[in-house]
């Protein structure tokens, strides 16, 4: 069973950090772009950032850049986000996700991803 397993959210000040984990299991991801997207209360999923599969390429939704760093370790079949700087604003179920078929493009597109994670809650308190 391919799956894609979230951790490291939870409820944290505005101002501090998180780093979120993304474990595959069931097939290498090793060859996949991998992407983390999020999601808020009555609003759509939306793009946060994305890898290459070896690593050399990273796309950020211009909003975060600076905040937030994501990167991966393909001998753990992981892919990370490492948040600072949280603000309320940045409260949402994030996802991890992987892209089969665009090799060497990062898509910011949601639909352009075949695995999803279940999601983890992030809740940025003011």
């Known amino acids: 069973q391919v799956q894609l397993i979230e951790s490291g959210g939870g409820l944290v000040q505005a101002g501090g950090s998180l780093r979120l984990s993304c474990a595959g299991s069931?097939?290498?991801?090793?060859?996949?772009?991998m992407g983390w997207f999020r999601q808020a209360p009555g609003k759509e999923r939306e793009f946060v950032a994305g890898i290459s599969s070896r690593g050399s390429v990273t796309k950020y939704t211009d909003s975060l850049k600076g905040r937030f760093t994501i990167s991966r370790d393909n001998a753990k079949n992981t892919v990370y986000l490492q948040m600072n700087s949280l603000k309320p604003e940045d409260t949402a179920v994030y996802y991890c996700a992987a892209d089969r078929k665009h090799v060497g493009l990062i898509m910011s597109s949601s639909r352009e991803y075949d695995y999803w994670g279940q999601g983890t809650q992030v809740t940025v308190s003011s």
């Open positions: 069931g097939r290498t991801f090793s060859t996949d772009v």
